[in-house]
């Protein structure tokens, strides 16, 4: 029998299951659609830079002025 972990919400009194994956139903019909990703690349350790540096990819910061955050 295999073992099942919930997360449970006490507020709102749910249960919700953590472990398993359940199929999805809106699959497009058309298989030229679906995403299939089985093409994937393993790449070791030393074919990886040590750092990268993303900030040129990021979105300028923006003023956030009085709402609270940090």
Known sequence: ???KSYLI???LDRKFRVNGIVP???LPHK???RQSFDQHRIYSDDQLPP?????PEMPPV?????IGSW
């Open 24 to 26: 999805s139903t809106r």
């Open 9 to 11: 919400n006490k507020i």
């Open 51 to 55: 750092k990268v540096d993303l900030r």
């Open 31 to 33: 298989h030229h659609l």
């Open 1 to 3: 029998m295999p073992f």
């Open 62 to 66: 923006e003023d956030q002025s009085q």
